[in-house]
């Protein structure tokens, strides 16, 4: 694989789950299922049973999560393969770009 498309699968990996983890923080929920909703790095870490560390890398693009690690942290968030596949194929270039600099911005 040439380094241009891992490091684009990277990016629309982070791009996405931090998506897909910004829709529960935005999700309408009652009292009840307050704890059921998962809105941090270390809710997913607990509930998939993963090195916050990890999700943490993940979540900004400094790792390539191997397909069980995904597994785990979209099954942590609630969400399912192909919740996470609508969202990566729907990333274009100026998201990866405006990722990109928000990376930056923050080193």
Do not use: Q, W
Request: glycine fraction near 2%; avoid cysteine.
């Amino acid at each position: 694989m040439k380094k241009i498309d891992e490091e684009n699968i990277k990016l629309k990996t982070a791009i996405s789950l931090r998506r897909l983890l910004e829709s529960n923080k935005n999700y309408p929920h009652n009292e009840n299922d307050v704890d059921a909703i998962v809105k941090s790095y270390g809710k997913i870490s607990d509930e998939g049973d993963i090195r916050k560390a990890t999700v943490s890398n993940i979540l900004n693009a400094k790792s390539v999560a191997k397909s069980t690690t995904l597994i785990l942290i979209l099954e942590a968030m609630g969400f399912s393969l192909t919740d996470f596949a609508k969202t990566y194929y729907s990333i274009s270039e100026p998201d990866i770009v405006a990722f990109k600099k928000f990376l930056l911005s923050r080193e």
